[in-house]
T-cell receptor, first 115, second 114 residues
Framework: GENVEQHPSTLSVQEGDSAVIKCTYS??????FPWYKQELGKGPQLIID?????GEKKDQRIAVTLNKTAKHFSLHITETQPEDSAVYFC??????????????FGKGTHLIIQP | DSGVTQTPKHLITATGQRVTLRCSPR?????VYWYQQSLDQGLQFLIQ???????AKGNILERFSAQQFPDLHSELNLSSLELGDSALYFC?????????????FGEGSWLTVV
């Protein structure tokens, strides 16, 4: 089955700086790569996703890049703000919605924005 | 608020017992997913139902079972509970597994087995 590795496990950045979280996956058939943000006491919330037919997608301060050849994808957050502090999860699956194996998640990155 | 409702929010029970977690998906969503989140295993996919039928099965133990009812709500049954079953259990929903629509997660049910 799919295996998703996520780094780093903890990331501390100064407010206003950029943050980058990286993930690698093992299943070359994976085609859907969402990123979820989980705040304390809440469920994961989708913040951005990318499909394998594009290499980059941007939504305001958040962007995701995908390199299918290398089987890795990254989340970029620019101009970080205190409310960006949370745990971020990457995930991969063969199709949107998870398909036969569901979404396979990385272990998460605890992003800390220092004031 | 994602629109996915889970009950109970917190549950403490003893080893060997059985519990039922309940999920109401977002209005109109046909697919329901169950995930387990623990510190050592992270977010693990357990099972998926689509319009009442089991569609995909992940790392779900034989002691666990789930179902989706005609009104589309779902229940996750956990039996013969062990200390290691203590975790946060999430329900998620989407319109359909193939439509590409977003998977929305509920706030979770925190299970503590003592």
């Amino acid at each position: 089955g799919e295996n998703v590795e996520q780094h780093p496990s903890t990331l501390s950045v100064q407010e206003g700086d950029s943050a980058v979280i990286k993930c690698t996956y093992s299943d070359s058939a994976s085609n859907y790569f969402p990123w979820y943000k989980q705040e304390l006491g809440k469920g994961p919330q989708l913040i951005i996703d990318i499909r394998s037919n594009v290499g980059e997608k941007k939504d305001q301060r958040i962007a995701v890049t995908l390199n299918k050849t290398a089987k890795h994808f990254s989340l970029h957050i620019t101009e970080t703000q205190p409310e960006d502090s949370a745990v971020y999860f990457c995930a991969a699956s063969r199709e949107p919605g998870g398909g036969a194996d569901g979404l396979t998640f990385g272990k998460g990155t605890h992003l800390i924005i220092q004031p | 608020d994602s629109g996915v409702t889970q009950t109970p929010k917190h549950l403490i029970t003893a080893t060997g017992q059985r519990v039922t977690l309940r999920c109401s998906p977002r209005s109109g969503d046909l697919s329901v997913y169950w995930y387990q989140q623990s510190l050592d295993q992270g977010l693990q996919f357990l099972i998926q139902y689509y319009n009442g039928e089991e569609r995909a099965k992940g790392n779900i133990l034989e002691r666990f079972s789930a179902q989706q009812f005609p009104d589309l709500h779902s229940e996750l049954n956990l039996s013969s509970l062990e200390l290691g079953d203590s975790a946060l259990y999430f329900c998620a929903s989407s319109v359909s597994a193939r439509s590409g629509n977003t998977i929305y997660f509920g706030e979770g049910s925190w299970l503590t087995v003592v």
